[in-house]
Every structure is written in structure tokens, then in C-alpha cells.
């Protein structure tokens, strides 16, 4: 009897899995196509060829469906940053590596950075109200397995001298967070400046800028004094 229920079980959970699959695929895709704001519950569930009902049977809401969508751009992020990072043979240029990673992925991918920002926007609290706890863990551990990578460069560029950081938990954590603010930049394509005191202009700054500012912005924070 307990064989029987547990042969009636698995190919049920297989089944939900698959569907969970499924729809975080069509809600990637969707993201990629029309970005964060544009997407909708209706559209994803008709990509997947289901109603919308069955998209709140796997998640708990459109919140917890985009966190684990998150996590599959997180998973291809960190795969990237660790192929950038072991083609390189000194900390210096794994650090340029890493960052360099991180900018050409967010440019590549601007629904990711409008994924991860609409989730740093709220309180832990909120999080947990909104997302089930094994899909918070699994977003933990999406941005902690793309973090570790910075946090291993910066703390084997301090043991051999290289670098001189004091928390390199810490600084891969503000590189990561203050790095999706310069990726909105560089979407943006503009920035603010004074033409004369206190009159506002506009002027342009391309991809290749921004790039350029946070791998030196990471080269400063990670140097020796």
C-alpha cells in the first residue's frame, strides 16, 4: 500500500514541477520581450495555455512569480560571472572581469535589473508576507551564489596583498546593489548636470561610460590605501 501511494505521488509532483517550469519560462520570456511593467498574470498564463487560476495554484502571487524569475536570471548571471572570472589569472583582473560580467548581462538583460530592483524596493517583511519561504530561500540563494563569486575575488585579492578590504561580504553586497542603480543609468542613456548654477541640462552617456565607471568605482573600494 505505501509503494502504490508513493508511485501516485510522484508523477504528480513531477507534474507540478514541470508546470512551475513552464511558467517561469513563459514569464522569462515575456520579461525579455515586453519587460517588467508590461507583464501580466493573463499573458503569462495564456503563453502557458492555462488560466490564471492555475498560476496561483504554483505561486503564491505575482510577487513570489517574479522572484523566482529572478532566480533564473541569477542562476545565468553567476554561471557568467565564474567563466569571466577563471579565464583571468591575478585578482585585479578577475575584479575587472567580474564587474565587466555583471554590466554586459544587465545591459543584455534589462528585465533582470527591473526584477531585482522591484525587489530590493521592499521591506524583508513584506517579502515574507508575499513569498513562501522556500521561494525566498531559493532567491537568497541565487543572489548569495552570484555574490560568493565577488566575495571570493575580493577576499583572495586581500590575502595576497592586492586588494585591502576589511568585509568582502560587505563590499560584494554594495558593488551588487549600487551596480543595478548604474545598469538603470546606462538604460537610461542620460544624466544630470549643471550647464550654469543651478540650471539643469541634460546630457548623454553611453553603455561603454558606465561600464567603465563602476569597474574603476570597484577598483577603488577593493584597493590598498
Not at 568582502?168 to 550647464?195: D, K
Request: proline share 4%; hydrophobic share 45%.
Amino acid at each position: 500500500m505505501t509503494t502504490s501511494r508513493t508511485s501516485t505521488r510522484q508523477p504528480a509532483a513531477a507534474r507540478r514541477r514541470a508546470r512551475e517550469r513552464e511558467i517561469l519560462a513563459a514569464t522569462r520570456e515575456l520579461f525579455d520581450e515586453s519587460g517588467v511593467r508590461d507583464a501580466q498574470i493573463e499573458d503569462i498564463a495564456r503563453a502557458v495555455g492555462v488560466n490564471r487560476a492555475i498560476i496561483y495554484r504554483h505561486f503564491s502571487g505575482k510577487e513570489e512569480l517574479f522572484a523566482l524569475t529572478l532566480v533564473s536570471y541569477l542562476e545565468d548571471l553567476e554561471a557568467r560571472l565564474r567563466e569571466a572570472v577563471e579565464a583571468r589569472s591575478t585578482a585585479e583582473t578577475r575584479l575587472v572581469a567580474a564587474v565587466e560580467a555583471f554590466v554586459d548581462f544587465g545591459v543584455e538583460f534589462p528585465a533582470f535589473v527591473d526584477c531585482a530592483q522591484t525587489l530590493m524596493r521592499r521591506r524583508g517583511p513584506e517579502l515574507l508576507e508575499e513569498i513562501s519561504e522556500s521561494a525566498l530561500f531559493r532567491l537568497g540563494r541565487g543572489i548569495s551564489s552570484c555574490l560568493s563569486v565577488l566575495r571570493e575575488v575580493l577576499a583572495e585579492g586581500t590575502a595576497s596583498g592586492a586588494f585591502a578590504v576589511e568585509d568582502p561580504t560587505l563590499l560584494a553586497n554594495h558593488m551588487y546593489a549600487s551596480g543595478l542603480g548604474a545598469l538603470q543609468l546606462a538604460r537610461v542613456g542620460m544624466l544630470v548636470r549643471e550647464s550654469a548654477p543651478g540650471v539643469p541640462a541634460i546630457a548623454p552617456v553611453s553603455t561603454d561610460d558606465v561600464k567603465a565607471y563602476v569597474v574603476a568605482t570597484a577598483q577603488a573600494l577593493a584597493a590598498r590605501p
